[in-house]
């Protein structure tokens, strides 16, 4: 087993530290109790959260397509249902487009 103190190598049934000295059998100083847990998941949750809802705000306010929450099946083909990464030519389609769009690219 490794010394958490200075990083030297003991025999696993070692009472203490052959380098060091230090007290293997010394009670954690510290140890997870169910009050940090709930802190700490409390801290991630709302993290993940104020991300979210920062990331939609930040998207909401993006040129079009990339304010889409949902994206068109158009944009992601292999994750069309049963498989098929090609659509039939008649399904592909873009988002109907807004007034306020910018004009389409000419096409080559
Ligand atoms: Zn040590």
Not at 25 to 49: M, S
Not at 63 to 82: D, V
Request: charged share 25%.
């Amino acid at each position: 087993m490794k010394c958490t103190s200075c990083g030297g190598e003991n025999k696993d049934s070692a009472k203490a530290c052959k380098k060091c000295g230090f007290d293997f059998t010394a009670p954690v100083a510290w140890f997870p109790d169910a009050k940090w847990h709930l802190k700490t998941l409390g801290i991630i949750y709302a993290a993940v959260i104020v991300f979210y809802y920062g990331v939609s705000a930040i998207l909401s306010k993006m040129p079009r397509p990339y304010e889409l929450r949902h994206i068109p099946i158009e944009m992601t083909p292999w994750l069309a249902k049963g498989g098929k990464v090609h659509l039939p030519e008649d399904q592909l389609k873009a988002p109907a487009r807004e007034p306020d769009d910018p004009p389409a690219p000419a096409a080559k």
